[in-house]
T-cell receptor
Framework: DGGITQSPKYLFRKEGQNVTLSCEQN?????MYWYRQDPGQGLRLIYY???????QKGDIAEGYSVSREKKESFPLTVTSAQKNPTAFYLC???????????????FGSGTRLTVV | GENVEQHPSTLSVQEGDSAVIKCTYS??????FPWYKQELGKRPQLIID?????GEKKDQRIAVTLNKTAKHFSLHITETQPEDSAVYFC??????????FGTGTSLTVIP
């Protein structure tokens, strides 16, 4: 199914609870990304990683954490510090291009997180 | 900071007509512009892209044009079909293979 798998598809979080969203790819891509999608807004970057054991904050990293222990996996934890976590979360991957040369993304099918 | 503006936010066309979505960007050094299609409840998928060394690229019924001077690029869909109904996103690079994404255009093709 496109080489990048997100799970679960739907997730419900209680107040004060941490939850982890899974993202796995078998495309041999070095770079992976997490985006948040809200109605009427463009995709906003949460975290990204271009190599194993290294990752960088994006524009809206507060209240989120990630790890990159394996090339194939880039899980996202939504912590209790994230005050408005209800959103659609998209994971993506790409090759790491040369300097000044970009490539498009392969996206996962997303996880819809709802706070209950 | 740099961003991308996308218009219109919603677009309805009759089946068989053409649809045009336009995006503007601010960084004159930007050199790669992808377009994604996201059907309801599904993942965004890359449908076409263009690099700054060309002004137009076509793939069957879809085409993208780039005007570097005016810093805008557009998606053109001809002979629209109901299965073209989706949200379309443009993107422009911001360095390190990261992108600024437009806010999306919801296209409805009326049979």
């Amino acid at each position: 199914d496109g080489g990048i798998t997100q799970s679960p598809k739907y997730l419900f979080r209680k107040e004060g609870q941490n939850v982890t969203l899974s993202c796995e790819q078998n495309l041999n891509h070095d770079a992976m990304y997490w985006y948040r999608q809200d109605p009427g807004q463009g995709l906003r970057l949460i975290y990204y990683s271009q190599i194993v054991n290294d990752f960088q904050k994006g524009d809206i990293a507060e209240g989120y954490s990630v790890s990159r222990e394996k090339k194939e996996s880039f899980p996202l934890t939504v912590t209790s510090a994230q005050k408005n976590p209800t959103a659609f979360y998209l994971c993506a991957s790409s090759i790491v291009p040369g300097q000044g040369f970009d490539y498009g993304y392969t996206f996962g099918s997303g996880t819809r997180l709802t706070v209950v | 900071g740099e961003n991308v503006e996308q218009h219109p936010s919603t677009l309805s066309v009759q089946e068989g007509d053409s649809a045009v979505i336009k995006c503007t960007y601010s960084d004159s050094a930007s050199n790669y512009f992808p377009w994604y299609k996201q059907e309801l409840g599904k993942r965004p998928q890359l449908i076409i892209d263009i690099r700054s060394n060309v002004g137009e690229k076509k793939d069957q019924r879809i085409a993208v044009t780039l005007n570097k001077t005016a810093k805008h690029f557009s998606l053109h869909i001809t002979e629209t079909q109901p299965e073209d109904s989706a949200v379309y996103f443009c993107a422009a690079p911001r360095g390190g293979n990261q992108f600024y994404f437009g806010t999306g255009t919801s296209l409805t093709v009326i049979p």
